[in-house]
């Protein structure tokens, strides 16, 4: 996978970078202290990193532990940038968290505007709220369309590019290979529990039919219009056709399990997928390709909705230029090139995305570059604080429409007042 000739050259690099202006030892050395919910491998990458920034810039890095399933992590990072906690100087945020968090971190956009230019934009605007940068990725995600190219093959049937073309293909080869004798097949599996997962799904079937990203960058509520509800629509009538019924209380995990027992034709899943499918035990390994998500009808592109991690400085911290300092050292195009040929972390940064190294030590990586082409943000930097309670408004008017529990126009109508009434005095 990786040799001590990439990795050493990874280090050299990176200590190169840490000589020029974007790094600037300071003349008296401090303890800093970020918070992580890195465990096994991605943990000891971290210390790694970590201990090669305090042998450069002379500086120490604590690293507060949180358990990485721990389901209250943005609630304690909540509880203590509210009380403008001095301990802690730089959190590892998901993707929707440190919008959320955006008053109480520091803007990074002066001390990286070097290098912001290297990131997926969309990755840097969805950490950007107010026009500050309020988090530098440090890695990027976006799901796929997985298929199998064995019974694709088998049935003499083409990569499908519209939803359209995956139903009806998805069709003709579970009926077949029910008709073999594989009665659990199915032909398409997604996350439809109530949940975050939902959001994101649902966010890519509105956006690939035109219908927007349910609030627009600008803060505009967009979901109440055609485009949206038909996307509601012609993924609802999937359920008991090409998806079984019990998909609108699949988690990734359970999706996953019916994807890698060989139970399903189409899954969509985001990259860590990829890996799991080819392990030692699954039933599916070396059987499966990815292509873009599908486009719907009205649509223009496919839509893949934006994953991944940054590191945010708190605004609380002591050593806000030491802190920044970190900051950009860990989402920097050698730390991300390290991240993605040790543990297989997708970069933000686009240009790792033709890197002999990393391409070489791990093919999947240029494979998911289409994928973000046309990559999009849940509204979080623009509906900041309030982004929870509108996803969960989201996730249940989506699921009601699967469930039947009203029509996918009564039901993003119900949506669009609900989401006025939070925005009346303003996102925030």
Do not use: C
């Amino acid at each position: 996978m990786f040799n001590s000739n990439t990795i050493n050259s990874v280090a050299k690099t990176a200590t190169i970078l840490l000589g020029t202006a974007m790094f600037t030892v300071s003349a008296q050395a401090v303890e800093l202290s970020i918070v992580s919910s890195f465990e096994g491998g991605d943990l000891q990458n971290l210390k790694r990193n970590l201990a090669l920034f305090e042998d450069i810039s002379g500086h120490t890095v604590e690293i507060v532990p949180l358990p990485r399933y721990t389901t209250d992590r943005f609630e304690r990072y909540s509880l203590w940038l509210a009380a403008q906690n001095e301990d802690i100087d730089l959190y590892q945020t998901e993707v929707t968290w440190a919008p959320q968090l955006a008053e109480h971190l520091m803007d990074l956009s002066e001390a990286a505007a070097e290098v912001v230019g290297e990131h997926f934009p969309q990755a840097i605007s969805s950490q950007t709220v107010d026009g500050r940068l309020i988090a530098m990725p440090i890695s990027a995600d976006a799901p796929a369309l997985f298929y199998r190219k064995d019974l694709l093959e088998k049935h003499v049937e083409a990569v499908p590019s519209t939803w359209s073309e995956m139903a009806e293909t998805a069709r003709i080869i579970q009926d077949a290979e029910r008709l073999d004798g594989n009665e659990d097949m199915v032909g398409f599996i997604f996350q439809g529990g109530l949940g975050e997962d939902l959001t994101s799904n649902a966010l890519e079937w509105i956006k690939s039919h035109g219908g927007g990203q349910i609030i627009e960058s600008n803060g505009t509520i967009s979901v109440n219009n055609t485009k949206a509800a038909a996307a509601l629509k012609v993924i609802g009538s999937f359920i008991g056709f090409i998806a079984p019924q019990t998909v609108l209380n699949f988690t990734e995990e359970d999706s996953r399990a019916v994807w890698q027992a060989g139970n399903s034709v189409f899954f969509r899943g985001w990259s860590k997928e990829f890996d799991l499918g080819n392990s030692g035990q699954s039933a599916i390994k070396d059987q499966f390709e990815v292509t873009t998500l599908p486009v719907g009808e009205g649509g223009i592109t496919s839509a893949a909705t934006l994953g991944g991690m940054g590191v945010a400085v708190s605004r609380y911290t002591k050593y806000p230029d030491e802190a920044k300092e970190l900051a950009l050292f860990l989402s920097s195009n050698e730390m991300q090139k390290q991240r993605a040929i040790r543990l297989g972390y997708l970069p933000s940064i686009a240009s790792l995305y033709n890197d002999v190294q990393v391409t070489s030590a791990r093919p999947i990586v240029p494979r998911w570059k289409e994928m973000f082409r046309n990559v999009v943000p849940r509204p979080a930097a623009a509906t900041k604080k309030n982004y929870d309670i509108v996803s969960q408004e989201f996730w249940t008017a989506v699921h009601d429409t699967l469930s039947f529990n009203g029509s996918a126009e009564e039901n993003v109508t119900i949506l669009e007042r609900k989401l006025k009434r939070l925005k009346a005095s303003g996102w925030r």
